[in-house]
Nanobody, 125 residues
Framework: QVQVVESGGGLVQPGGSLRLSCTAS????????MGWYRQAPGKEREFVAQ????????NYADSVKGRFTISRDNAKNTAYLQMNSLKPEDTAVYYC??????????????????WGQGTQVTVSS
């Protein structure tokens, strides 16, 4: 059983930064794509970013391009989401997920097998 755990959420002012971390137990981390999604109240879960097994390929939602950066450290079984220039509309619960290697353009939540419980990010003055 793979366990995915997110951390690093919190309250930040507009224009600020946060870094989310995601650890995944088990030996599959280094052979899994990792993705970040978010869900705001009353809205559907939406794709944010994903990274391939080696970290060589990444994909971002248009709404976060140039502000968010996804990365991973396979030696630590950890993926990261660096979020800069945060806006109030970035407020949501952020979820990390893992899946078998897939084409980078596939962003459907259904393509992911294991999910964390989520971490709240609130952007407000």
């Amino acid at each position: 059983q793979v366990q995915v755990v997110e951390s690093g959420g919190g309250l930040v002012q507009p224009g600020g930064s946060l870094r989310l971390s995601c650890t995944a137990s088990g030996s599959i981390f280094s052979i899994s794509d990792m993705g970040w999604y978010r869900q705001a109240p009353g809205k559907e879960r939406e794709f944010v970013a994903q990274i391939s097994t080696s970290g060589g390929s990444t994909n971002y939602a248009d709404s976060v391009k140039g502000r968010f950066t996804i990365s991973r450290d396979n030696a630590k079984n950890t993926a990261y989401l660096q979020m800069n220039s945060l806006k109030p509309e970035d407020t949501a619960v952020y979820y990390c997920a893992s899946r078998r290697p897939s084409a980078v353009f596939i962003t459907s939540p259904g393509s992911y097998n294991y999910w964390g419980q989520g971490t709240q990010v609130t952007v407000s003055s």
